[in-house]
């Protein structure tokens, strides 16, 4: 095991001297991503120079909510961005090398790519989610940081398993572009505002099928004290992680046996 | 042995320069065909953000009648068609045309006797008609069907939108092609697609319309061109200028689009020369 | 002593869906869809020892690259059994995996941003090679194959022929028992090839290397590999000594014939000459191509009856070599019968 987490980081290592042969490049991947998340951000203010509150929530508490999926998604992108690239491993037969080597297939896939540029959506998601708890009237109490904490990390494995699972239709469907994927990652940008001002339809999608509300919303308003919330909520990650990297983990196998057994 | 006949070769009488753009143009619309469950894919995935600003302009609205000047029927339309002109030009036009030049395919581009800039507008022309017939799709369903949006206010306003949403379309085209070009210098056009996405969805009114934004803001997005790609269309449509007012408009966005031209051709052929110098 | 690499009955077959052309067709199969079986090998039976050099050739679609993925792991059989030093490749892939090394000649295992050497020293730690043995084996490796100089640059910066011997070097690391090479010197030019021949000659003398090349260049099966393996259509048609091959299918000949100007009607008289025997008759530019059995003709009936029947002005007898016939098998110019072992066009 510890061997393994050795291996991952002196993987994700190579990458990440890869990309700053670079230089320039990660820059601008860096300034490109920040600018796509700094709309949510400008829209926002926009949206707050002519309204108070959304659903009850102010601007600074919302900004938690954001922080925290961008965030997660950053650390995501860091580590574990490899899994976009299964398409076309699998396509042009890349795919076998990982078949012959004696380490988790998936661990490979995981660092199949150098996205070192997350880090640039890591500290804006934190940067934004500290100014907004230092501008929320938060209730601190000695489980506040913890909870934040697990739930940007549990929030890491949710995307992070949720973008695997999506990608994993190319073992079915190997003509398949990343379209699909790509609008399913999208959704996360659902739970970067309160769930109560969403429709029944969506507030069940963002928490129970795609579960980026358990990451963002519930433990917010746990620790925002925004109406009640029971204290459980502070374990809503921990099963938004566990369920989603299950589900990942299970349909890797699937897709695994798939593709020994049609080839490519 | 091929009958001689019906496979009789293309350029058999074709040689008038405009139609060899169209025939590019008719290439490119064979390929977009091809990739229609992706451009489907594609379209929906714009279409996220309507659900999530509906949603929080309703929110918003629920208990006043007007922000800014739009009333909620208003702000509802501006979304949903916001969205809709933003998809008209999708993400495969400035892919493709970096994928050309970082694989070094553009050197096929530079020795046919065409103008890129054409060229490009051409293929951006062949990619729009299955993206935006599919955004129309989305847009009317999406908007009359669910959202219930509002038709132009009046026929002069419906015909000045159209106006100007050609010469948006042209005007979008031209930056995204200007973007594309910085691939001749750097090599992650990724990042740059997401830095022009992003400012122009800012700045040209899609994520938010002019009206609302700060004035610093509104200013700097007032002077700029890509304000004619989705503001001064949708401006038309709700019917919120008229007379000299349009004018002015309309000419402020036909100003920009030859001033874009001009630049456009001028940066093009000068990343040919950079790259014949450093020899491909 | 049980061989190291033995498969049994293997048979590997894929559903490939069947579409219609067009709009009209997506459609049908969206609602219906039908599927054909593809055989692509069939009842394979192969018995490799320990330390021996093994040629596996084959048109393509023939079967061979399949049964390389079975063999290695990356393919799991429809039927039959298949075991690498007593380990299944599919089941325990993992274990398998330290076990052997696969060189494809197309793509590289190096990671091409980073110098060489870290290329080396990260699959020492993938493959968990203690140090001692490491620095061993990368003595012997950069000794042998002179990559003193190619180690502190990034793989991308390497030419073909560089790339190779590193790659070949880093297939070793680990010190595998058995090593596949699917087409490792495709593109390269002689003095390269040579050096990788000569390369992997010696790694099988000393270190006791089990070998499984498939390769299009005959000048790697003939130097490498005494025994050679040839698959057609997804069965195998050939498992014997390379020198053998002349000897078993040695038997077609052919006569180049270059015909005086004006020559008529060249190939029908040849034919009608040789009707007896029913040679395969080919027009060319200067002359004909005849084609025969030489067990049931010899060449110089052959010979003698055509300058009587044409207006010859020269003749030459090709060679036939165990190259030509694997060169005509991959050609797709032979159909081997495995049943009567016998070729017909």
Known sequence: ?264 | MTAIGSNTPAWRGRTTPGSKYLSLARTTLQQAIAYRITTFFNVGLTFIWVIILYYLWRAAYSGRASIAGLSWDQMRTYVVIAYGINALVGWRTGTAMMAAIRTGDVVFEMVRPLNYCTTQLARALGFTVVEGGISMIFTLVIGLVFLHIQAPATVASALLFVLALIIGFLTKVLVVFLVSLLTFWTLNGMGLMWSQQAIMQILSGTIVPLALMPGWLQFIAKVLPLRGIVSTPLEFYLGKSGGWDAVGLIGLQAIWLVALWIVANLAWKRAFRVVEIQGG | MSPIVSAEGLVKQFRRPKKGPGLAGAVRHLLRPRHETVTAVEGVDLSIDEGESVAYVGPNGAGKSTTIKLLTGILVPSAGRVQVCGVRPHVDRQANARNISVVFGQRTQLWWDIPVLESFRLLGDIYSVPDAAYRRTMDELVDVLDLGPLLGVPARQLSLGQRMRCDLGAALVHSPRVLFLDEPTIGLDVAVKARLREFVGSMRAQRGLTVLLTSHDLGDIEELCPRMIMIDKGHIVYDGAFAEVTRRFGWEQKVVVTLADGATDAAARAGAALARVQPVIDETATGLVVTFDSRSISSGEVIKELAVALPVVDLALEETSAESIVRRLYEGNLTFHPADQEITR
């Open chain 1, 1 to 264: 095991m510890v061997r393994l987490l050795r291996i991952f980081f002196r993987l994700q290592l190579v990458q990440l001297r890869s990309a700053l042969e670079y230089r320039a490049d990660f820059w601008i991947a860096a300034v490109g991503a920040i600018l796509q998340q700094l709309v949510s951000i400008v829209f926002l203010l926009t949206f707050f120079g002519h309204v108070t509150s959304l659903g009850g929530w102010s601007l600074w508490q919302i900004l938690v909510l954001q922080g925290l999926v961008m965030a997660a998604d950053g650390i995501r992108e860091m580590f574990a961005d490899g899994v976009w690239k299964l398409r076309a491993d699998v396509n042009d037969g890349s795919f076998d090398r990982v078949l012959v080597r004696p380490i988790p297939p998936a661990l490979q896939q995981f660092t199949a790519l150098a996205s070192i540029h997350g880090i640039g959506n890591t500290s804006l998601g934190l940067v934004v989610l500290v100014l907004g708890l230092a501008r929320s009237d938060v209730g601190w109490t000695w489980w506040s940081v913890p909870v934040l904490v697990l739930t940007i990390l549990c929030g890491t494995v949710l995307t992070a398993s949720i973008s695997f699972l999506t990608n994993m239709i190319a073992f079915w469907e190997p003509s398949a572009q990343s379209a699909f994927p790509t609008l399913v990652a999208l959704m996360r940008d659902f739970a970067k505002f309160p769930l109560d001002v969403y429709g029944a339809g969506i507030r069940i999608v963002i928490t129970v099928i795609l579960p980026y509300g358990l990451i963002s919303y519930y433990p917010s308003r746990l620790v925002l004290g925004v109406g009640d919330s029971p204290g459980w909520w502070a374990t809503t990650p921990l099963i938004a992680a566990g369920a989603s990297a299950l589900a990942a983990s299970i349909v890797w196998r699937r897709g695994l046996n798939h593709y020994q057994g049609v080839g490519n």
